[in-house]
């Protein structure tokens, strides 16, 4: 009878996957993501709080800025505070010179952040109306038209 075979080798640990994705090449847009997105949280507090909640930094190609707003409006108002915005960039370590602002047709919440919203409430008389509805749904004869 012959011995089993022994591996030289230990008994590696699993890896989280973000953890083996982050390490390959393929890793390289995540990484991006998530530095924009932690870009964009320093940057934020900056901006006046009406602003804040409307507009997100999109993306940082050479010096440039370039912002996502949501409406025409926030355009406006984020201009205006662009000269702050780039001190603030500065600041952080990046060389910006340039603020590039688009407005977005779709929503600029983070997907990691949750959207806050207030749950519905619904009155008395809706309620009693919607009770009324049902009751007369239930009564009539599914035969007669």
Excluded: Y
């Excluded at 994705?21 to 900056?46: E, V, Y």
């Excluded at 662009?82 to 001190?87: C, K, P």
């Amino acid at each position: 009878m012959s011995k089993p075979k022994t591996s030289d080798r230990t008994a590696s640990k699993p890896q989280p996957a973000l953890e083996v994705l982050m390490a390959d090449k393929a890793g390289h847009p995540l990484r991006r993501a998530l530095w924009l997105d932690a870009l964009d949280r320093q940057l934020r507090p900056h901006l006046p709080p009406s602003l804040a909640g409307h507009c997100r930094l999109a993306n940082v190609n050479g010096e440039q800025l370039v912002f996502l707003v949501d409406s025409p409006v926030w355009h406006a108002r984020l201009r205006l505070a662009e000269h702050g915005i780039l001190d603030v960039a500065r600041s952080v370590g990046l060389k910006a010179t340039k603020v590039t602002i688009k407005t977005a047709t779709a929503s600029l919440h983070s997907p990691t952040q949750p959207i806050q919203s207030r749950p519905a409430t619904v009155s008395a008389a809706t309620q009693k109306g919607l009770r009324d509805a049902l009751a007369a749904l239930r009564d009539v004869d599914p035969g007669k038209s």
